[in-house]
């Protein structure tokens, strides 16, 4: 088999909560399991969605909970250059401009996008490849798309999507002058020599995307397996705006049982308390994740701490 390196990138928008430390443990099990190496990346690109010490709160309890990255942990702020020299080739390709739509102009372009007669950009300034003197943004074009660009992902089958029709040209950097998450996610993934990338199912709907972006780029195509999203008993996914507690780090092992009893994994009982680094090695021996094919949402399970 190919070497095997897998990621967790995290966004630092505030502390871990159960379904993130799920599809953390998820990568690193399946890294561990196939020998690999498994990288951590901070996905800090947004900083007014940033909270402040919230990076480093995410790395010190992964470290509790004894998943301990290899190598440096990277950071999408320090990538800035690289991302630029990405878009920079794709605007010589001509495969991306540079769009001065004001917000006015597109929503204008609603009425007709909704009854489908139009694509979702429309295409106003495909041919502005000369930097405007006005704010812009830039958009990849993805007129030469095959239809549909479709993905196999090793959890949830074979995933298609018209990028003409159902995305229309992206935004690759915003008018604000952030980089947007496809690009950073693609340039990184390569950077990085990611082999296998195992994330949540909410990102299932970006991977055409991030695909045809390697396509252009003549970059390889990661594996893929998307997770099911965790849910809270009223079915919410888990997260800041459904107020998911962030774990804690006091029963980090009890915890982390939890998390591969949720994976299925069907951890016998007395595992609970043992080490973090213990649990996971188990976890690396036991690690398959058939039962998580084709699910798309798992219930979270009761998190109680007894103190
Ligand atoms: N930073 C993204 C998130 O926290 C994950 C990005 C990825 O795995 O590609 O949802
Ligand atoms: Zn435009």
Known sequence: MQNYTGRFAPSPTGPLHFG??????ASYLDAKHNNGTWLVRMDDLDPPREIQGAADNILSTLDAYGLHWDGEVIYQSQRHDQYEAVIQSLLTKGQAF?????????????????????????????K?????????????????ASHPVCINDQLQGRFCQNLITDVGDFIIKRKDLLYAYHLAAVADDHWQNISHVVRG??????????????????????????????????????SKQTFAKAIETTQCNRTLWMALSTLDLKPPASLQ????EAILNWGAA??????????????????????
């Open 20 to 25: 993130s430390l799920l599809t953390a443990v």
């Open 98 to 126: 540079y769009c001065t739509c004001s917000r006015k102009q597109l929503a204008e372009h609603a009425p007709a996008r909704e009854q489908q007669i139009s694509p979702p950009y429309p295409g106003t300034c495909r």
């Open 128 to 144: 502005q490849h000369a930097p405007p003197n006005k704010p812009f943004s830039i958009r990849l074009t993805v007129k030469g």
């Open 201 to 238: 199912i909410d990102l299932l709907d970006s991977t055409p995307r991030q695909h045809y972006l390697q396509q252009l780029l003549g970059y390889n195509t990661p594996h893929y397996a998307h997770l099911p999203v965790v849910v809270n008993d009223q079915g919410q996914k888990l």
């Open 273 to 276: 308390y043992e080490s973090p």
């Open 286 to 307: 036991a690690w398959s994740p058939k039962a998580l094919i084709n699910v798309t949402r798992i219930n979270s399970p009761q998190i109680t701490i007894n103190v």
